[in-house]
């Protein structure tokens, strides 16, 4: 528990204390669920790693009030009622270190999920298989937050909404769920964000429809692996040596060696000469 929420809990218990009449209002105001919160406590962390954080806590505060009140409200048995949502948001607070949370979103969830849950499980309703009673309760706490955010934060992207929700059923939800939360929240989203879906369609149309641009020309290695070996040797033979002499190909029968005829002519000479020393001796 924080200094300052410990300073606001001793503060409030002193109040009580000096004005009777003051603590008769307070628990009057509670009973009718008129209880208020502060969405501007600065102390507290506002990034989205907060958020992520409010969600979490929203998610359990949900789940709880979802299998008392709420069920017991459903059921009639309203003398059974006895967790509302600001209380359960009020003991969340009192019993973890919150410092590192949205604080104010995570108490707009906590008042306005309630009171519009109606309006949001008739939402819920329109795009799933079976009534909403048999879904799962912390599926159906997920499907709240999802609704919630789709319909009344516009400010946070549909794509955002759904990864969050995908997010809160890997830290709390059964393993196959994600498919029905998924299934549900994206037909909600072409209900709910129709201009931030088209937007968002024409964008990946024009991004596909984007003609990459015309690489240069360049030599491959496997260009030069293929290139024949006569045209090497044609190359070859027409680039001049260090001796300016032109290179002699191995596979050209109509060029003759220098040394081969040079061999020819000596064998030839002393072929010659042998046959005359035979005659002179003959003779």
Known sequence: MTDQLKRAISAAKTAQANDPQA????????????????????????????????????????????????????DGKLGWKANAPHDIAARTRATNAMHTVHIGYYHEMMRDIPDQIEALDALISQHLDRDIDKLDTVEHAILLIGAYELQNRFEIPYKVVLDEAMKLNNHFGATDAHKLINAVLDKMAVE???IEIEADTKANLRTSQKVPAKQPETTSVDDVVSK??????????????????????????????NSASKASANISEFKASKKDADAKNQD
Not at 237 to 257: C, E, G, H, L, M
């Open 192 to 194: 709910l964000r129709v």
């Open 228 to 257: 024949s070996d006569t045209d090497i040797e044609a190359d070859s033979d027409n680039a001049p040596t260090a001796s300016n002499k032109p290179r002699i190909s191995a596979n050209n029968a109509s060029v003759k060696r």
């Open 23 to 74: 603590e008769a209002t307070r628990i009057a105001s509670s009973s009718a669920g008129d209880q208020t919160f502060d969405m501007s406590e600065s102390s507290y962390k506002t990034s989205h790693t907060a958020i992520r954080k409010a969600r979490r806590f929203a998610l359990q505060g949900l789940y709880e009030w979802l299998v008392t009140d709420r069920r017991f409200d459903i």
